[in-house]
T-cell receptor, first 113, second 111 residues
Framework: ETGVTQSPTHLIKTRGQQVTLRCSSQ?????VSWYQQALGQGPQFIFQ???????GRGNFPPRFSGLQFPNYSSELNVNALELDDSALYLC????????????FGEGSRLTVL | RKEVEQDPGPFNVPEGATVAFNCTYS??????FFWYRQDCRKEPKLLMS???SGNEDGRFTAQLNRASQYISLLIRDSKLSDSATYLC????????????FGKGTHLIIQP
């Protein structure tokens, strides 16, 4: 196991609602990144947090936002949910300046109806 | 545009056989590469890191060809438990922002 934990594991929302997903990083890792993985696709980079600040962002609209806390845990918030937001949301922790290796949590599977 | 391309498969292979699949990349600035294994509806798990010409770990061998810009993964003596999706990832530095994931190759090992 990687030591990265995510919650909730599954959730169902309706269009227009808001969702918050949570992640606790592996001990010793100070960087958290979030990915969206649609069925049959590879993970798509949403953003990365280091020292409680966003430190890199992929091609996602502003309604995708996040936070990192002093203990390096993180939240992903998505506002105004759309049907296409249905996906597996993966949190990954790593060390800043590391080699690029990521350690993923088990993911939060979001279904938007 | 940075891209990592993989044949999605599925590759249907009998147990005990050797299977290989390639991944091509377009970003010549990629410094290193990774193969992740992802089981159905689970998270990706790191299988191998490739920093130079290649890497070998037991039945798994990864080779990097920078001139042709591809990475291969070879699995020898395949097991039923090797059935999974294999994600190829290129890294150009800068943390997670520098990682580009392929869509994955689906491998099915048949008894």
């Amino acid at each position: 196991e990687t030591g990265v934990t995510q919650s909730p594991t599954h959730l169902i929302k309706t269009r227009g609602q808001q969702v918050t997903l949570r992640c606790s990083s592996q001990s010793g890792h100070n960087t958290v990144s979030w990915y969206q993985q649609a069925l049959g696709q590879g993970p798509q980079f949403i953003f990365q947090y280091y020292r409680e600040e966003e430190n890199g962002r992929g091609n996602f609209p502003p309604r995708f936002s996040g936070l990192q806390f002093p203990n390096y845990s993180s939240e992903l918030n998505v506002n105004a949910l759309e049907l296409d937001d249905s996906a597996l949301y993966l949190c990954a922790s790593s060390r800043q300046g590391g080699s690029g290796e990521l350690f993923f949590g088990e993911g939060s599977r979001l279904t938007v109806l | 545009r940075k891209e990592v391309e993989q044949d999605p498969g599925p590759f249907n292979v009998p147990e005990g056989a050797t299977v290989a699949f390639n991944c091509t990349y377009s970003n010549s600035a990629s410094q290193s590469f990774f193969w992740y294994r992802q089981d159905c509806r689970k998270e990706p798990k790191l299988l191998m890191s490739v920093y130079s010409s290649g890497n070998e770990d037991g039945r798994f061998t990864a080779q990097l060809n920078r001139a042709s810009q591809y990475i291969s993964l070879l699995i020898r003596d395949s097991k039923l438990s090797d059935s999974a999706t294999y994600l190829c990832v290129g890294y150009s530095g800068g943390g997670a922002d520098g990682l580009t994931f392929g869509k994955g190759t689906h491998l099915i090992i048949q008894p």
